[in-house]
């Protein structure tokens, strides 16, 4: 059935990304799953192997709690910079697992997102690895680009892309 949403007393029908959304949230739960995803993009055209779905599904889900929600869905259905499908073929796989591998390594609460506190360390490792990073609340105000108060693996990815070596 066809959802509709109510706008200041007025029906309005549900936008295209919501409707693709909806079409293949197949357990209605408001998450797409690996396999939802994956069905998503081979309808689409766009067929894409389990390793490296899973791999962008970890960059997709921006809050890092395993979901791939309708707002985190949307930012990447509305993206014209990137194209939507564009995106998974411009990831670099193996040098995106280390980045998670590395991610994971100072999550150390295993929340999805880097605090504060666990930044200090990362940033710490950084340094130690001749990146040209700055001191470490400037550090942390360049990478915390949502201002959430907390690092997500994205963040991470953008800020690991565009750091140079010192040599």
């Given at each position: 059935g066809s959802l509709l949403f109510f706008s200041r007393g007025v029906m309005a029908a549900p936008s295209m990304s919501?409707?693709?959304f909806n079409k293949y949230d197949t357990d209605g739960d408001g998450a797409l799953t690996l396999s939802e995803l994956r069905a998503l993009c081979y309808d689409m055209g766009?067929?894409?192997?389990?390793?490296?779905?899973?791999?962008?599904?970890?960059?997709?889900?921006?809050?890092g709690d395993g979901k791939f929600q309708y707002e985190e869905f949307k930012k990447w259905w509305m993206s014209t910079t990137d194209g939507?499908?564009?995106f998974f073929e411009r990831l670099n796989y193996a040098w995106l697992e280390k980045v998670i591998q590395h991610y994971r390594h100072y999550d150390k609460d295993h929340s999805g997102?880097?605090?504060?506190?666990?930044?200090?360390?990362?940033?710490?490792?950084?340094?130690?690895?001749k990146y040209s990073?700055?001191?470490l609340p400037q550090f942390l105000?360049?990478?915390?680009?949502?201002?959430?108060?907390?690092?997500?693996?994205r963040e991470y990815i953008e800020l690991l892309g565009s750091l140079h070596h010192v040599e």
């Open positions: 919501q409707r693709v766009h067929p894409i192997s389990p390793e490296k779905l899973a791999v962008a599904f970890q960059v997709l889900d921006t809050n939507r499908f564009e997102q880097i605090s504060r506190e666990e930044a200090a360390e990362l940033h710490a490792s950084l340094v130690a690895a990073v700055p001191a105000d360049a990478v915390d680009t949502d201002k959430s108060g907390q690092i997500s693996l």
